[in-house]
């Protein structure tokens, strides 16, 4: 029913700056929560962020990303995005945007769609 696909991901240096984006189609819905995931090798795949609909919006992020990374959307384009700051090599995964559509919005069971993923690699 929906469509994601992320764009974006890169090799950046330790410090820089990165902006991933994830686009929706299909049967999309401005009340969705979306939220982006990342999956390092080896490792599980964890919630970093989510945003509410822009209507009653509120925002929640890993600790590790606080005050690096911003979660925003924009429902004219359909488009929610990640800006990630001060990318340190442990940042290194494949990031995955993501629908929620259950309550609390906390788990991988509360996302039903999901992107293809996008690879962001940080160098020392």
């Known amino acids: 029913q929906v469509q994601l696909v992320e764009s974006g991901g890169g090799l950046v240096q330790a410090g820089g700056s990165l902006r991933l984006s994830c686009a929706a189609s299909?049967?999309?819905?401005?009340?969705?929560?979306m939220g982006w995931f990342r999956q390092a090798p080896g490792k599980e795949r964890e919630l970093i962020a989510r945003?509410?609909?822009?209507?009653?919006?509120?925002?929640y992020y890993l600790e590790s990303v606080k005050g690096r990374f911003t979660i925003s959307r924009d429902n004219a384009k359909n488009t929610v995005y990640l800006t990630m700051n001060n990318l340190k090599p442990e940042d290194t995964a494949v990031y995955y945007c993501?629908?929620?559509?259950?309550?609390?919005?906390?788990?991988?069971?509360?996302?039903?769609?999901w992107g293809r993923g996008t690879q962001v690699t940080v160098t020392s």
């Open positions: 993501a629908v929620g559509t259950r309550f609390p919005m906390m788990r991988l069971g509360d996302y039903d769609y």
């Open positions: 299909g049967r999309t819905s401005s009340t969705y929560t």
């Open positions: 945003i509410t609909s822009i209507s009653v919006t509120t925002t």
